[in-house]
């Protein structure tokens, strides 16, 4: 299977965390070489020379240039996609070239220059790391190549072609040397490719890792946006279930019996006064009933009072209206759980009890709440009425359809037991 490219919004964006790793290791390769040129400086135990060597001179400045380089964002603004590269070639180029001032001061060449050589390999791996780090596996190569033709460029131009053959004619150290300080640069070049080649690699996978992360971001904000719409429309579909059992069922009983009225009104007045009368007591209930249910989409219960109180409170406004007994077993506190689930166990609990209210003929309600492990039940049980559910059309059922809707929002089962004549019990489970 071919391998699918990952794609990169901002192709030449510096990789985030980049730059300041790039300034933190310069300063540290400043300050090492700053304490190099102490030990070296004096005329104590350790000094060596009385001022410093090209060499360390040139790393010095070479180390304080980059560092201020790199600690300057508005030079960063003002070149834009250069501003990279020309820092790595500065911490590319200064050290090979400082490599390069000690055969100039040399009679002989010996074994402190392949140590020499040595050094300067934890120097050139900042940039080959910072390389790997932004670009592909082609600009490691070519750090690599370059390094070494650079070597060999600066060998060709600082040491002249006599001083090589006297090198090479020489006896004894000079030989074996020089050929450890060019085994030096080939086993460099070798590690360089290895270890560009791991940070390419581990790079690749995280930015292959963040690009999956993003596009799964952006499907869950997708999916946030269309579990928002849903919401709605669920939230419009309770509404409309709210006014079809309150203002829809008061105005169909109010237009019969006004109706009704018309047709009696010259032929037994009596009854036509008797049903307005009673056309009035439903406009009257209707609306208290309509402004209720407007008043349980507009208040905001668990906001003020929390879910306990909010559940005690449609107990206690069960009692009050219908005159039923109302027993409530319900935890004083429940900690811990999410807003959404609050907010159905309360909308769940108050159509179970509209449902005992406008159906059920019953004369005790029992209201239940309690945690058990990782789930939370709850239970609305009355002694009312009942009915078939293997024979009623629950499915269609405008308030048990919404309850259920509600339910599998938050992850819940929603349980209806009944039977005639032996009350309904409706369990919510959430866990």
Excluded at 189 to 210: D, W
Excluded at 220 to 233: D, F, K, P, R, V
Aim: proline residues 5%; charged residues 20%; contains cysteine.
């Amino acid at each position: 299977m071919k391998e699918k490219k990952v794609p990169r919004t901002e192709p030449l964006a510096i990789e985030p965390g980049l730059l300041a790793t790039f300034r933190l290791l310069t300063a540290i390769r400043l300050g090492l070489t700053a304490l190099a040129s102490l030990e070296n400086l004096g005329e104590g135990p350790l000094g060596r020379y009385h001022t410093l060597s090209p060499r360390m001179l040139l790393s010095l400045v070479d180390g304080i240039v980059l560092w201020l380089y790199l600690s300057w964002p508005a030079l960063q603004r003002r070149m834009g996609r250069f501003y990279l590269p020309v820092a790595l070639g500065l911490a590319t180029v200064s050290p090979v070239i400082a490599q390069y001032t000690i055969p100039l001061h040399m009679v002989a060449i010996n074994y402190r220059s392949i140590i020499r050589a040595w050094q300067l390999l934890p120097v050139l791996l900042i940039p080959l790391v910072m390389i790997a780090w932004q670009y592909n596996f082609r600009y490691v190569l070519g750090f690599c190549i370059g390094t070494l033709l650079l070597d060999i460029a600066l060998v060709r131009i600082i040491v002249s072609p006599d001083r090589i053959a006297a090198l090479l004619t020489l006896e004894g150290v000079q030989i074996p040397v020089l050929v450890g300080v060019v085994g030096v640069i080939v086993n460099r070049t070798a590690i360089f490719v290895a270890v560009g080649f791991m940070v390419n690699r581990l790079m690749k996978t995280q930015r292959t890792q963040r690009t999956a992360l993003l596009e799964a971001n952006l499907r869950l904000t997708h999916y946030a946006g269309a579990l928002e719409q849903l919401t709605i429309s669920r939230e419009r579909n309770r509404l409309a279930r709210e006014m079809h059992d309150t203002l829809a069922h008061t105005l169909s009983a109010l237009a019969v019996q006004l109706g009704a009225v018309d047709a009696l009104w010259d032929a037994d007045p009596v009854e036509a006064h008797a049903l307005l009368a009673q056309s009035l007591t439903v406009t009257r209930t209707g609306l208290t009933e309509t402004r209720r249910a407007l008043h349980d989409l507009r208040a905001s219960p668990l906001d003020d009072l929390g879910l306990t109180l909010a559940l005690r409170g449609l107990a206690e406004s069960l009692t009050a209206r219908n005159g039923l007994a109302v027993d409530v077993d319900i935890p004083p506190t429940l900690d811990d759980l999410p807003p959404a689930v609050e907010q159905c166990l309360y909308r769940v609990a108050q159509e179970a009890l509209e449902n005992v209210t406008r159906h059920a003929a019953a004369q005790h309600v029992v209201i239940r709440l309690e945690r058990a492990a990782e789930r939370v039940v709850l239970t609305v049980q009355d002694d009312g009425q009942g009915f078939d559910p293997a024979t009623a059309d629950t499915a269609n059922h405008l308030g048990l359809r919404g309850m259920r809707e509600r339910a599998e929002m938050v992850g819940g089962i929603l349980a209806v037991e009944s039977h005639p004549g032996q009350g309904t019990t409706v369990r919510l489970s959430i866990g």
